[in-house]
């Protein structure tokens, strides 16, 4: 069930793709880490913005985002239309929507390619986000 934009009350965004994922946002980030490792990818960084905000005094639904990527796969694209490394490298965003769903979030390879117009055959290493989480959420 992939919807574009869906989440806890937001309009969405164009390009953002989305999928419910039936466990924790830790676990769903632990099978991340493992899928991105499987696919000999490299993990950059999490980012836990739900602990940077309990840290502030802030209260925040656990909300994480990872970052990783494969510089073979990149590097061609962002060479091609250097804008495109502000958004690299690939990321997912794992979060929980208030309403008992943990969700994640990616963005869609196809639609960074046209907002940079890079040419499509090299924004396909970019193009198996959707894949990987899938296969990370699978039970």
């Known amino acids: 069930m992939t919807k574009r934009g869906s989440g806890s009350s937001e309009a969405g965004a164009p390009g953002i793709l989305s999928v419910a994922s039936p466990f924790s946002v830790a676990e769903t980030v632990e099978r991340?880490?493992?899928a991105i490792e499987a696919r000999g990818m490299t993990l950059f960084a999490v980012v836990d913005h739900g602990a940077g905000a309990r840290s502030a005094g802030l209260t925040m639904n656990d909300?994480?985002?990872l970052a990783f990527g494969n510089p073979r796969g990149g590097t061609p694209a962002m060479t091609a239309r250097p804008l495109?490394?502000?958004e690299l490298p690939l990321k997912a965003l794992v979060w929980d929507d208030g309403?008992?769903?943990v969700r994640v979030a990616y963005q869609d390879a196809a639609e960074l390619g046209r907002?940079?117009?890079v040419p499509a055959e090299l924004m396909?290493?970019?193009s198996g986000v959707g894949d990987l989480v899938r296969t990370a959420l699978e039970g």
Do not use: E, N, S, W
């Open 124 to 126: 396909t290493p970019l």
């Open 115 to 117: 907002r940079y117009q």
């Open 63 to 65: 909300t994480q985002v």
């Open 32 to 34: 991340l880490k493992q």
């Open 84 to 86: 495109l490394a502000i």
């Open 99 to 101: 309403h008992g769903q």
